[in-house]
C-alpha cells in the first residue's frame, strides 16, 4: 500500500491557519435540524417528573404512592420513595446505555444520520406504547424503547454537530444540541402543567406528545446530509469534499480535506476502536469521556429536573405550585443555555465549567441550609423561604445551563480522533445514561434518607469536579477537531503520558 500511516495520532502537523470558509446558512440549517435530536432527550427528563407527580397516574400505576401523597402525617421527604415509581424514569436509561453501545458501530460504519433516523422511529415507538399503556409493563417497555431512540440519538447527534460545525463555531453550534434539549425539557414542562388539569387521560397526552420531537428527528435525519468526516472515512472520498465545499462555502478547502483523509487513512486502519481507546495514547481522552459525563449528573441536576414537581411537593408546595414552580426553572434553562452559545468560543469552555461549577456550589448549600433551619419534615416552608427557595433553585439551574450542562456534551464529543469518535462517543452516552439511571433509581431513597443533606452531597461531587476541570481540562476553544490531539501534547500533565507525534512512512510498502 503506498501512503503515509499516521501514528499515534490522526494528523501529524497543524494546518489550522491554511483552513478556509465560513458559517453558512446550509450549516447552520443542518445543525439546527441535527440538534432537535436533543429535544427528545430533554422532553423525556421534563415529562417523567410531571407524570409521576398526577393523581390519575399515580392511581392507574402506583396506588400505593398515592395513598402515601395523601397521608399529612407521612414524612414529606420519603412521600413518593418507591422502586417501581423510579424504575419507571430509570428503565430508560439503563436501555440507552445498552443502546449507545450498539450505536456505535452503526454510526461507524454506515454513517452518522442513519444513527439519527434510528433513534427518531425508536422513540416514535416508544411514545405510542406509554402514550397507550394499560399495565406497568406496557408502560416499562415504551420507556425502554425511549431509550434505544436516546441511546441512538445521544451518540449520534453530538459527533454531527461537532463534524460540521467550522473550528471557530464549533462550541456554540454544539451548544445547539443542549439548547435543544432544554427547550425539550422547557416544553415537557409546560405540556405537564396544562395536561395536569385534565382529569382521566392528561398523562397519556403528556407522554404521548413525545411523538412530535421524535418525527422531526426521524424526518430530518432523511433530510440531513451526511458529514466529511464519515464519508470519507466510508471511503467516499469526492462525495466528502463536495458535502465539505457546500457548508465551508468555498472550493478552498484543501487543508482541511487533508486532515479528515490523515485521520481516515488511521481510522480504517483501527479494527477494535474500542480496543485501541484504551491505549495509553488515548487515555486523556479516556478520562475526559468517562469524568465529564459523570460529574454532568453529580451535579444532581437531573435529579431537579426529574422530580421537580415531586421535589416542590415533597417541600410543601401544592401540585399546581409544585408544576408552575418546575415551569420556571426550565424556562431558566432555556435562556442560560443561551449564555453559554454566545460566550463558548470567546471565553472557552474552561472558564464557563469552573465559574458555574462555583455558582452551583454556593446554591447547593444555601438550599441545604434554608432546608435544615426552616423545614418541618411533616409540615411546609413559609411563604417567604419557598420564594427563595426557587429563586436559588433557578440559580443553580442557570449556572447548569451556561456550563455543564452544554459542555458536558460539547467537549467529550470534539476531542477524540477519528479512528475512536464514535467508540469514545458512545463511551461518553453510556457513562452519562448509567449514572442517570443510578440517580434517577436511587434520589427519592436519597431524599428519604439524607432529607436536605442531599444537597451537600451534590455540593461536594460539584466541589470535586471544578478542582478536576483546574487541574486536568485544556481548552478547546479554536482548535480544529482533526488536530485536537496535538493540543494534548502541550497541557503540562498528558504530555508526560501521550508519546511524541511521528509520521511513520510507508512509502516503500505496496
Known amino acids: 500500500m503506498a501512503g503515509g500511516s499516521l501514528a499515534p495520532a490522526g494528523v501529524a502537523k497543524e494546518r489550522a491557519e491554511q483552513y478556509q470558509g465560513r458559517a453558512t446558512p446550509f450549516v447552520f440549517m443542518a445543525c439546527f435540524v441535527a440538534a432537535i435530536g436533543g429535544s427528545i ?3 423525556d427528563i421534563g415529562i417523567s417528573g410531571g407524570v409521576t407527580s398526577m393523581d390519575d397516574f399515580l392511581i392507574k400505576f402506583f396506588p400505593s404512592v398515592f395513598a402515601k401523597k395523601g397521608h399529612s402525617h407521612e414524612n414529606n421527604y420519603c412521600k413518593y420513595n418507591n422502586q417501581g415509581l423510579s424504575a419507571f ?15 456505535s458501530p452503526v454510526t461507524r460504519n454506515y454513517g452518522r444520520r442513519v444513527s439519527i433516523i434510528c433513534g ?32 441512538f440519538g445521544n451518540q449520534a447527534v453530538p459527533l454531527y454537530l ?27 414542562n409546560m405540556v405537564n402543567y396544562g395536561t395536569e388539569k385534565i382529569d382521566q387521560w392528561g398523562w397519556r397526552l403528556s407522554l404521548g406528545l413525545a411523538a412530535a420531537p421524535a418525527l422531526l428527528m426521524t424526518v430530518g435525519g432523511y433530510l440531513l446530509p451526511e458529514t466529511p468526516n464519515s464519508l470519507i472515512e466510508q471511503g467516499l472520498i469526492d462525495e466528502g469534499r463536495q458535502v465539505l465545499e457546500k457548508i465551508r462555502g468555498t472550493e478552498n478547502v ?39 459525563p459523570t460529574f454532568q449528573i ?28 418546575s415551569v420556571t426553572t426550565g424556562a431558566v434553562l432555556v435562556l442560560s443555555t443561551f449564555i453559554s452559545i454566545a460566550t463558548v468560543d470567546k471565553w472557552g469552555r474552561r472558564a464557563l465549567l469552573i465559574s458555574g461549577g462555583i455558582q452551583m456550589i454556593i446554591c447547593q448549600v444555601a438550599v441545604a441550609i434554608i432546608l435544615a433551619l426552616k423545614f418541618d419534615e411533616n409540615g411546609e416552608l413559609s411563604k417567604g423561604f419557598s420564594v427563595l427557595v426557587v429563586v ?8 447548569f445551563g451556561w456550563s455543564w450542562g452544554p459542555l458536558g456534551w460539547t467537549v467529550p464529543s470534539e476531542i477524540f480522533p ?12 453510556a457513562v452519562n445514561l448509567f449514572f442517570t439511571f443510578v440517580i434517577a433509581q436511587a434520589f427519592l431513597s436519597l431524599l428519604c434518607s439524607f432529607k436536605y443533606g442531599i444537597f451537600l452531597f451534590f455540593a461536594g461531587w460539584i466541589t470535586i469536579m471544578t478542582i478536576f476541570v483546574i487541574v486536568f481540562l485544556p481548552e478547546t476553544k479554536g482548535v480544529p477537531i482533526e488536530e485536537m490531539i496535538l493540543m494534548w501534547r502541550k497541557h503540562w500533565f498528558w504530555k508526560r503520558i501521550i508519546p511524541e507525534i511521528q509520521l511513520v512512512d510507508r512509502c516503500n510498502e505496496a
Open 41 to 43: 432527550f430533554g422532553y
Open 89 to 103: 424514569t430509570s428503565s430508560l436509561y439503563l436501555a440507552g446505555l445498552v443502546a449507545s453501545l450498539v450505536a
Open 120 to 151: 427518531g422511529i425508536s422513540f416514535l415507538i416508544g411514545a405510542a406504547l406509554n402514550a397507550a399503556a394499560v399495565n406497568l409493563f406496557m408502560l416499562i417497555l415504551g420507556r425502554i424503547m425511549l431509550g434505544v431512540g436516546i441511546g
Open 162 to 188: 461537532s463534524e460540521m460545525a467550522p473550528a471557530h463555531l464549533r462550541g456554540g453550534l454544539n451548544i445547539m444540541f443542549q439548547l435543544a434539549t432544554t427547550l425539550g425539557i422547557f416544553t415537557a
Open 254 to 292: 484543501n487543508a482541511e480535506l487533508q486532515d479528515i483523509i490523515d485521520a481516515s487513512e488511521l481510522a480504517n486502519s483501527i479494527k477494535h476502536p474500542f480496543r485501541n481507546i484504551l491505549e495509553e495514547r488515548n487515555r486523556p481522552q479516556l478520562v475526559m469521556a468517562i469524568f465529564m
Open 298 to 325: 453529580l451535579t444532581g441536576i437531573n435529579s431537579i429536573l426529574f422530580y421537580a414537581p415531586v421535589l416542590f411537593q415533597s417541600m410543601g408546595f401544592g401540585g399546581s405550585a409544585s408544576l408552575y414552580s
Open 392 to 399: 436559588i433553585i433557578c440559580l443553580f439551574v442557570a449556572a
Open 418 to 429: 477519528l479512528e475512536t469518535r464514535s467508540a469514545g462517543q458512545s463511551i461518553t452516552v
